[in-house]
């Protein structure tokens, strides 16, 4: 069965240097998507990727982050200067169809750490 | 503003025990609702969602619109149910829809 794969698991980076995250969605779906869950706390919406741009993105989504589809099968989520807040799981989710119809697929997450 | 709202973080029941897992969700229009379900060391997979009105692993939810509500239940809760569960809702926005998520509730399952 076709999953969503993240890589890496878990990286650990200084304070103020960049990170790429990655993800390989399912194949034939068409939504994209980056959530985060700091320690304890809740699953929180990032940003949503369709048609090869950005359809939504939350406050937490600022300047610092960025999202690309280089290829065609890469979904990645680049943090230029990462802050200590930034510590957290970073799950990445893809979806063939959205709405009600629409069921997200979770990768595994990346879990990210920063000193 | 679009919210869903977990009041337990932990539940603990005994096995065979009825379950009620607590989601409230504020949305003024017309809500998708979903349950999330995560097992120790698996990814973050679909429950079930209200439009298909479906008993998954013994497990239902009945959207309540009045008391904008979506809670889940389970007769009798197995061991292998322990898991976080997390409730969603997915709206319009700018063209697709947007998923949220609550806090979510840890389920203990007590042999």
């Known amino acids: 069965e076709p999953e969503v794969t993240q890589t890496p698991s878990h990286q650990v980076t200084q304070m103020g240097q960049e990170v790429i995250l990655r993800c390989v969605p399912i194949?034939?779906?068409?939504?994209f998507y980056w959530y985060r869950q700091i320690l304890g706390q809740k699953v929180e919406f990032l940003v949503s990727?369709?048609?090869?741009?950005?359809?939504?993105k939350s406050e937490i989504f600022d300047d610092q982050f960025s999202v690309e589809r280089p290829d065609g099968s890469n979904f990645t989520l680049k943090i230029r200067s990462t802050k200590l807040e930034d510590s957290a799981m970073y799950f990445c989710?893809?979806?063939?169809?959205?709405?009600?119809?629409?069921?997200?697929?979770f990768g595994e997450g990346s879990r990210l750490t920063v000193l | 503003a679009q919210r869903v709202t977990q009041p337990e973080k932990l539940l603990s029941v005994f096995k065979g025990a009825p379950v009620e897992l607590k989601c409230n969700y504020s949305?003024?229009?017309?809500?998708?609702l979903f349950w999330y379900v995560q097992y120790s060391r698996q990814r973050l997979q679909l429950l079930l969602r209200?439009?298909s009105r479906e008993s998954i692993k013994g497990f239902t939810a009945d959207l309540n619109k009045g008391e904008t509500s979506f809670h889940l239940k389970k007769p009798f809760a197995q061991e292998e149910d322990s898991a976080m569960y997390y409730c969603?809702?997915?709206?319009?926005?700018?063209?697709?829809?947007?998923?949220?998520f609550g806090t979510g509730t840890r389920l203990k399952v007590l042999a």
């Open positions: 989710a893809s979806s063939r169809s959205s709405g009600r119809t629409g069921e997200l697929f």
């Open positions: 194949s034939n779906h068409l939504y």
């Open positions: 990727f369709y048609n090869n741009e950005i359809s939504e």
């Open positions: 949305y003024s229009g017309s809500p998708e």
């Open positions: 209200h439009i």
């Open positions: 969603a809702l997915s709206f319009p926005t700018s063209g697709t829809y947007k998923y949220i």
